[in-house]
């Protein structure tokens, strides 16, 4: 037992030939999922690089024959899009500190096991993850408050994701006790001890939710549908939407008089729509698989 | 200040708590001694209390004939009047299947998926394959509903789409897949498991890493093959999970997620696609019946509440672990 136990290979010292089949099998079809996971992903980039005419006549490419940066230039000069383009990034991050901060400033104080009211507070907010009054009535309030058109609208209805609040609650009282009580007997106070001893041990965590939240507000959609009407206020993935749906048969789209982009376009901007999110997903890969399970296996 | 902290610290000896409640000095003297952690907490109760307290005050209009310039309390109350007429809407079975049947897909194809997705990758022995895997499977849980619509229109545009042309191809048709309603169901199914399959595992491989790796060698040594390793240690380990999962995504059933459904209709599909969270947003939004569609709404979340609750019941009833 000893002696196998050594190289920690037990469970692969007896494997029957079907195991092993199965192991050849197994790659092969994980490999396969993982390039179907970004192959559709691959042929737009290629294809927003390609010509009209590649793009009409090779139905599969991952390489085009001629390059040509014709369809990034034409949306890039385009003023309705960069403006939706430069928006939308100061949104995200306008949205994503502020939303972060109240996240941050409510978990705090519930981390405190002796805080009174605790549990109560904690009950009322994961009741607001399993009901909610739905769509209607909060468009009402969003609309009472006068956010309509205003970009708050894309922040502050969502700004404590409850989900995230748990997790980072729970990292915070997970924190050794000791550090904050030493700060405390030299005289911190609670805003200081958050500050100076427990934000800056919870980098990685707060980190991870930082992007989630950036993603969130990036890619949102029905924010936008809902509390947008002014078309010049139309965030990124707005504009994505009118782009690739115009050659499609829907509604809405049949009275635009605009005529339908050249394929290459609808390419460009699906990959500039994206491309922002996977420039953050290196980030958010280091720390997500972690921070997503401090906490919430534990609950 | 240090001072003042201290004096307010140290608190006098307490009454003995009988069963009554604590008395008010108490309530008092515990704001006053917590008051710079209720004083970071402010903005964070009030984004509760506005974005999703009041609004729930806000869906008796669906118990209201509800008219803006009244206000809420301003408006007559009609009793279950919209809900009555909801439920006799010749729409209705209509919703409601189809809420049913994309729901049911992705319970049932898309979630198991995801359990043999984390089995397989646990299978896997290479560790810098596994982590390449896993990296690309979580990507396109990122990308927007926008981005994945407007991908699938791309893949399957008429005439030049790769996948279009591949499977009219195969198929010997002209099938315009993304107007024809016998393709939206596979479609959004199709998208919901290249979205959101690989994600789904980092839940079940964080689960299947806590197995306890004496009961495989004890297998072993009794001669249990791959097969049953799975089938006897791996999968019972991972039971616990699983039930929380289904629990969640039970109560979720009905939420069959707005931006996808909404992205990926038109015209031509609405027999298949319209469902709860559509025509919510088109009665109440576009068509401005504000009670009404609160009242659909309103029915839709306590069936979800029911449904989440009736899970956990059952789940407890079979002596498995439940979420409340």
Redesign the interface.
């Known amino acids: 037992?000893a002696a196998i136990?050594k190289n920690n290979r037990?469970?692969?010292?007896?494997?029957?030939p079907?195991?092993k089949v199965?192991?050849v099998v197994?790659?092969v079809?994980?490999?396969g999922?993982?390039?179907?996971?970004?192959l559709?992903?691959l042929?737009?980039f290629a294809?927003s690089l390609a010509t009209e005419l590649e793009?009409?006549?090779r139905?599969?490419f991952l390489w085009p024959r001629e390059i040509t940066t014709a369809a990034y230039e034409s949306i890039l000069t385009s003023s309705v899009f960069v403006r939706a383009f430069v928006t939308t990034v100061v949104v995200t991050l306008v949205g994503t500190m502020i939303q972060l901060a109240?996240?941050a400033?409510?978990a705090?104080?519930?981390a405190?096991v002796d805080?009174?009211g605790r549990r109560t507070?904690m009950a009322?907010?994961v009741f607001?993850m399993?009901?909610?009054?739905?769509?209607?009535?909060?468009?009402?309030?969003v609309k009472e408050?006068g956010l309509l058109d205003s970009y708050w609208a894309l922040i502050?209805?969502?700004?404590?994701n409850p989900f995230s609040?748990i997790i980072i609650k729970n990292f915070f009282q997970e924190l050794p006790k000791e550090l904050e009580e030493s700060a405390r007997i030299d005289?911190a106070?609670?805003?200081r001890i958050?500050s100076s001893v427990v934000l800056p041990l919870s980098k990685p965590v707060l980190a991870t939710f930082a992007l989630f939240y950036a993603?969130g507000i990036?890619?949102?959609?029905?924010s936008p549908?809902?509390y947008l009407n002014d078309q010049n206020k139309w965030t990124l993935?707005m504009i994505?939407?009118q782009v690739?749906?115009s050659?499609?048969?829907?509604?809405d789209d049949?009275n635009t008089e605009v005529p339908p982009p050249a394929?290459g376009i609808?390419?460009a901007?699906?990959m500039v729509?994206?491309i922002p999110?996977?420039l953050a997903?290196p980030f958010?890969?280091k720390h997500?698989?972690k921070g997503?399970?401090i906490g919430?296996?534990k609950g | 200040?240090?001072a003042t902290?201290e004096t307010v610290v140290t608190p006098p000896p307490r009454e003995p708590r009988g069963p009554s409640r604590p008395s008010r000095r108490n309530?008092v003297q515990?704001?006053v001694r917590?008051r710079?952690?209720?004083f970071?907490?402010l903005?964070?109760?009030a984004?509760?209390l506005?974005?999703?307290?009041?609004?729930?005050y806000?869906?008796q209009?669906a118990f209201r004939n509800y008219v803006p310039f009244l206000g809420i309390e301003g408006s007559e109350w009609v009793g279950w009047e919209h809900f009555a007429d909801f439920f006799s809407n010749p729409d209705f079975p209509r919703l409601l299947a189809n809420t049913l049947i994309i729901a049911g897909l992705t319970l049932f194809i898309a979630f198991p998926a995801t359990i043999v997705?984390a089995l397989?990758?646990n299978?896997?022995?290479?560790n810098i394959?596994k982590r390449?895997?896993q990296?690309?499977?979580?990507?396109?849980h990122?990308?927007?509903?926008?981005?994945v619509?407007?991908?699938t229109?791309?893949?399957f545009?008429v005439?030049?789409?790769?996948l279009w042309?591949?499977l009219n191809d195969l198929l010997g048709t002209q099938t315009n897949f993304?107007?024809d309603p016998a393709w939206f169901r596979p479609l959004i199914l199709l998208q919901e498991i290249?979205k959101n399959t690989?994600w789904g595992t980092?839940?079940f491989l964080?689960?299947l890493a806590g197995v306890d790796?004496e009961q495989?060698?004890a297998a072993?040594i009794d001669g249990a093959?791959?097969w049953q390793?799975v089938r006897f240690i791996t999968i019972p380990s991972i039971m616990s999970t699983i039930i929380v999962l289904l629990i969640l995504q039970t109560?979720q059933i009905l939420n069959t997620g707005?931006?996808q459904i909404?992205?990926m209709?038109?015209?031509?599909n609405r027999s298949v696609a319209d469902v709860f969270?559509t025509y919510?947003?088109f009665t109440?939004?576009q068509q401005g019946a504000?009670s009404y569609?609160?009242a659909v709404?309103?029915a839709?979340?306590?069936v979800?509440?029911i449904l989440?609750f009736g899970t956990n019941w059952i789940a407890k009833r079979f002596n498995q672990a439940g979420i409340f």
């Open positions: 037992m136990r037990v469970k692969y010292r007896f494997n029957t079907a195991g199965f192991d197994n790659i079809l994980l490999v999922i993982g390039t179907l996971a970004i559709p992903f042929y737009v294809g793009i009409t006549t139905p599969f109240l996240t400033l409510m705090y104080p519930l405190k805080l009174p507070i009322l907010v607001t399993v009901f909610s009054a739905g769509m209607i009535p909060t468009f009402l309030i408050l502050l209805p969502m700004a404590i609040l005289g106070n609670e805003l958050l993603v990036w890619n949102d959609y029905m549908l809902l993935q994505l939407r690739t749906a050659a499609s048969l829907s509604p049949l394929q609808k390419f901007v699906v729509a994206t999110v996977l997903y958010l890969q997500f698989a997503m399970l919430s296996v | 200040m240090t902290v309530l515990d704001i917590f710079w952690l209720f970071l907490m903005p964070g109760i984004y509760f506005i974005f999703r307290f009041w609004p729930m806000g869906a209009i997705m397989l990758l299978e896997l022995r290479l394959l390449t895997v990296t690309l499977v979580y990507i396109p990122f990308l927007s509903w926008t981005v619509v407007s991908l229109g791309l893949l545009a005439g030049n789409g790769p042309t591949f993304m107007a290249w690989g980092i839940i964080a689960a790796q495989y060698e072993i093959g791959r390793r109560g707005f931006e909404y992205l209709s038109n015209a031509l969270d919510v947003y109440g939004i504000y569609s609160t709404g309103l839709k979340a306590i979800g509440l989440i």
